[in-house]
Nanobody, 125 residues
Framework: QLQLVESGGGLVQPGGSLQLACTAS????????IGWFRQVPGKGREGISC???????YYAGSATDRFNISRDNAKNTVYLQMNRLRADDTDNYYCAAGRAMYGDSCLRRLGMDYWGKGIRVTVSS
């Protein structure tokens, strides 16, 4: 069965950090671009960070200076290190995998082949 599974979410205080992981089963992540998305009310899922199959990284919005995406192909996993978390980072986060994605197209939902079910991140004191 081909699937992506997110892990590492939970409750964290403002200013804290979390590391999300996106692990694939049934296929090899190495050949895919991986994006992290959050659910924006009224707008659907918006990309916040992605990494291409060649390891080129992209960030959007407030993730640019606070988050870091990386991949460990040996573990078939992509990570999103989230630092200096704020209350407005509270959301459901999803990872997605897509092939033949160029430039920052991995920040967009279109073209993604597989999606995880999402994981909750809550930033609160």
């Amino acid at each position: 069965q081909l699937q992506l599974v997110e892990s590492g979410g939970g409750l964290v205080q403002p200013g804290g950090s979390l590391q999300l992981a996106c692990t694939a089963s049934g296929f090899t992540l190495e050949y895919y671009a991986i994006g992290w998305f959050r659910q924006v009310p009224g707008k659907g899922r918006e990309g916040i960070s992605c990494i291409t199959d060649r390891g080129i990284t992209y960030y959007a919005g407030s993730a640019t200076d606070r988050f870091n995406i990386s991949r460990d192909n040996a573990k078939n996993t992509v990570y999103l290190q989230m630092n200096r978390l704020r209350a407005d980072d509270t959301d459901n986060y999803y990872c997605a995998a897509g092939r033949a994605m160029y430039g920052d197209s991995c920040l967009r939902r279109l073209g993604m082949d597989y999606w995880g079910k999402g994981i909750r991140v809550t930033v609160s004191s």
